[in-house]
Structure formats: structure tokens, C-alpha cells
């Protein structure tokens, strides 16, 4: 088993700005013990920041994949191909011009992407679904245009999280190991069908009815609190399970 963790909306609950998620008391040691009893198989795959996903998570042993799979905390040869790939500056022009026009909308700005928040505006997520499919038009090719929860994101073209723990699964710590997929939002459609492909496990966070959703999610669990109890369980349920193993060794005879 292998674990591949969404963060806004699944590991954490939904807040109104990026920067008012608050990451619950006793997460990171369950983050901390799936590490350990899980060998090191465990990735935090999200479209924020490096930076930001470090800061949150100040202390944890698990991989940080960031940007959607642009970046990451440990060398990832499969993926140095899709990394060179910015969003182009005059998308990015256009869209802080809508911010700028716009009360309550948020512009994100990241190393190879740009995310356009409409949360805390909803009257303005009309005219930006507009703004976002015309210059996804403009710019084919070039970039790719992510409808999440009232956000609208643009990424380089050949990065996506599925590339990500594509990559993170030739490593040693994840090779060979069944993938459990777990997000909540169409950026996380591409790795569900990675889990799917490899006889893994794709679990959404939030919606009970996957053929509404239209999701690749084979399972559903019911929001970030149930996702955190059943990652706690399985922490505790897979230490035991190895010490028990440990404790069912032959001794060594005395050399």
C-alpha cells in the first residue's frame, strides 16, 4: 500500500482564502505514523505551493508533491521533462486585470501556474468562467485550465498530479506497492486514473454519488474529519500489524 494525499477539501476542510486552512491538532502524527508503518510510502500531492505545503506541514516525513506535480522535496527524474513549462505572462496579465475589477476575487500566483479564487465573489464566477475558457482557447497547447471548487487554474501543459505519482512510483519507497489515490476535486481526476490503471485504490473525498460527480473515483468517504479518522485507524491498525509481525520473527541463534 501506498498513499497519495490531496490537501484542500481532503486532508484539510475547505476555507474561505488558501491561507486560512487550518491543519488539525494530531494530523501530522498520523501523517507521521502512516510514514513509518508504510515504509516511507506516503506523498502529500497538491496544486499549492512548495513553500506553502512545507509550511503547513512543518515537520512531516511524508513527500511533498506540489503544483499539481511541478515540484517536489525529492528528486524526480521522470518528471524533469514537464517542469521547464510556465504559464505565459500575458494569461497571467489577464487574469489580475479581471482580479483587479473584481472585489473578493484572489489571484494565486505560482512557479508554473496561476489560480483564479472566486470563493468569497460568487457573482463573479460567471464572467470568469468566461475569462478562463477563452484563454484556455488562446493558449492550446501551452497550458492546461483546471475547473475546481469555485477556482479556476491554469498550469503548464505537461504537468498534472498523475505524472507525479507516476514518477513517485518508481522510487524505492513506493515500488511495487498498491496506490491509494485519495482527493476531492477534478485536479484529481488524473491520478484517479492512475490508481485505476494500476489496480489501486481512487477514493473522493465529498461526494456521495460518483456518477454525478463524474469522477474516476472508484470509492467515496464523506469529508476531510471521516478521511482523518480512517487515516488515524489505518495508522494504528498497520503499526500493530508490524510489530506483531516483529514480534512473530525466529530468534537469532548467538553467533
Known amino acids: 500500500m501506498s498513499l497519495f494525499l490531496d490537501v484542500d477539501g481532503t486532508l484539510l476542510d475547505i476555507a474561505p482564502t488558501p491561507d486560512t486552512v487550518v491543519v488539525p491538532d494530531g494530523l501530522l502524527d498520523t501523517l507521521n505514523a502512516l510514514h513509518a508503518a508504510l515504509d516511507g510510502a506516503v506523498a502529500i500531492v497538491s496544486g499549492r505551493r512548495h513553500a ?110 498523475g505524472r507525479g505519482i507516476e514518477a513517485l512510483m518508481d522510487e524505492p519507497e513506493f515500488r511495487g506497492r498498491t496506490p491509494y489515490v485519495i482527493g476531492d476535486d477534478v485536479t484529481d481526476e488524473d491520478g484517479f486514473a492512475v490508481a485505476n490503471r494500476l489496480g489501486g485504490v481512487s477514493l473522493r473525498v465529498g461526494s456521495s454519488d460518483l456518477r454525478m460527480a463524474g469522477s474516476a473515483a472508484r470509492y467515496t468517504i464523506a469529508g476531510p474529519r471521516q478521511l482523518r479518522k480512517w487515516l488515524r485507524d489505518s495508522a494504528e491498525r498497520l503499526l500493530a500489524a508490524k510489530r506483531a509481525a516483529r514480534g512473530n520473527l525466529p530468534a537469532r541463534r548467538a553467533s
Open 52 to 161: 506553502d505545503l512545507k509550511a503547513l506541514f512543518r515537520g512531516t516525513q511524508a513527500v511533498i508533491v506540489a503544483e499539481h506535480g511541478a515540484a517536489a522535496s525529492i528528486p524526480l527524474p521522470a518528471l524533469r521533462a514537464g517542469r521547464g513549462g510556465r504559464v505565459p505572462p500575458a494569461l497571467v496579465a489577464a487574469l489580475r486585470r479581471f482580479a483587479s475589477r473584481h472585489p473578493n476575487t484572489l489571484l494565486e500566483l505560482k512557479g508554473h501556474g496561476a489560480a483564479l479564487h472566486v470563493r468569497r465573489a460568487p457573482e463573479a464566477a460567471a464572467p470568469a468562467r468566461r475569462l478562463a475558457e477563452s484563454l484556455a482557447d488562446a493558449y492550446r497547447g501551452r497550458v492546461r485550465l483546471l475547473r475546481g471548487k469555485a477556482v479556476f487554474e491554469f498550469i503548464a501543459a505537461g504537468v498534472s498530479k
